[in-house]
């Protein structure tokens, strides 16, 4: 299961544009909680203790308590909006946990026993469609990762969702189709499939637009769905 994390947290009296760059200009990151048939909570943390979680690795597949008047409220990240010159925190979202509550995630897949598979040992190579997985979680039960064995698989060989056993109290979200995550080809033929990624890429580049280093217009910008 993923770590809980504890991010303190003050009210945010003042909303608006404003109030928002205020808080940014004295270190703090101006968030929400919502969800949890309760009105929305308009709240502000520490920009440092809100990057220092994010660099966790895990932060938006954890359960994230946080500390608001005395009080520990658990919640779940949804969103964190980061400025477009400095990849700074400039507004996060946290959705409230009730008792029992199911979540939707994102988690990584790891996989294991590559030295026990026939096709790995032979050259092939394992292409890796999905690296992550979405799934639907118990809030208290959410998976770090999924691991996935590979022992017994031969090139040319396909791995399904089908296949994989999942934690208890976690299924997949996509269940109109027994989706591919990976596969097991020869060199040669992944080699192949690169090539023509890469040319469908240059067919399709478009020259990319001029981005302004204007540094309060691109703040208006990320503000505009915040409040």
Known sequence: MSDALTLP???RERAGKGASRALRREGRVPAVIYGGK???TPIHVEAKELVRLL??????NSIVEIELGGKKMKTLPKDVSLHPVTDRPVHADFFRLAKGAKVEVQVPVVFVNEAASPGLKKGGVLNIVRHELELVCDAEKIPSEIEIDVEGKEVGDSIHISEVTLPEGSESAITDRDFTIATLVAPSALKKAEEETDEEVDAEDVPATEQGDDEDAAEEQEEKSED
Do not use: Q, Y
């Open 38 to 40: 309760e009105e929305p």
């Open 9 to 11: 947290a003050e009210t």
């Open 55 to 60: 660099d966790t690795g895990h932060f938006m």
